[in-house]
């Protein structure tokens, strides 16, 4: 696609726009699955983060998410409430609260699978596409961040 110089690109041929309505598609699929498993999508990645390593403190979660931890904070207070983790005190450093799977969020892992089917399913992209695609939004997130690709 050719567009005159100082033209902005058609919508469609923007990159951000691409991979912004494609995760707000990936929401709306997803929501109808996170409703009955009783989180919302923030919630379900702050779970993901502590299925990754469990004791966390508020400040790595946040990292994690590329979130404040001023936005962590209601969210954990939500699921603590619900039962899927507890947060403590770290004893080394009173100032920094922990988190903690609780059985109910541990359980959700397994659950949460469903996630990723529908995902698949729905995009008709195999695992080894659904790899690749993911590896290269993970490769531009680094540039753009000047982090490492995870």
């Known amino acids: 696609m050719t567009t005159p110089i100082g033209e902005p690109l058609p919508l469609d041929a923007q990159l951000c726009f691409s ?12 929501k109808p ?11 379900y990645l702050v779970l993901s983060t502590l299925w990754e390593r469990d004791g966390q ?3 790595a979660i946040a990292d994690r998410l590329a979130l404040e931890p001023s ?3 209601p969210l954990m207070k939500r699921l603590e409430t619900a039962g899927f983790v507890a947060r403590k005190r770290n004893p080394k450093d009173e100032r920094q609260v922990q988190v903690f799977l609780q059985p109910k969020g541990r359980a959700l892992r397994s659950r949460a699978s469903c996630l990723t089917d529908a995902l698949l399913a729905n995009s008709r992209l195999s ?4 790899v690749a695609l993911n590896d290269q939004v993970l490769r531009l997130r680094a540039a ?5 690709a995870e």
């Open 19 to 30: 991979l912004y309505s494609t995760s707000i598609a990936i929401n709306r699929l997803y």
């Open 33 to 43: 699955m996170l409703d009955s498993l009783g989180v919302t999508y923030p919630q």
């Open 57 to 59: 403190t508020i400040s």
């Open 71 to 73: 936005t962590i904070t």
């Open 127 to 130: 695992v080894p596409q659904m």
């Open 144 to 148: 753009l961040t000047g982090g490492d």
